[in-house]
């Protein structure tokens, strides 16, 4: 019961920053801005999950357990599950932004 709670916990604040991302990437004017937002976004979700595993590491040689499984696989599965709806966020910005840029003109 506690990795499920902790996984939904970094979900919803993987959700909550993606948030922001996204609004970022349909706000942003130049396409050189768009492409480094976009690269900044993938980097986040690896430092991010980076962040996450040395903190349960941390956590674990404190006596604070949170069993993820073995080798983390809940955070590896987290991760990719994040991975699937960052590309689904950054096409949806994408389609939403050009859309928005055909209303203009």
Sequence with gaps: MNETVASCIILLIFLFLSF???????????KLLLVLVIILYITYIYYYYDFLAHID??????GISIDFGHADIGLV??????VL??????VYALFKRKINSKKSK
């Design 57 to 62: 590491h941390v956590l674990a040689t404190r």
């Design 20 to 30: 922001f991302f996204h609004q970022w990437i349909v706000n942003v004017k130049s």
């Design 85 to 90: 709806i960052a590309i689904g966020n950054i």
């Design 77 to 82: 599965l987290i991760f990719f599950l994040s």
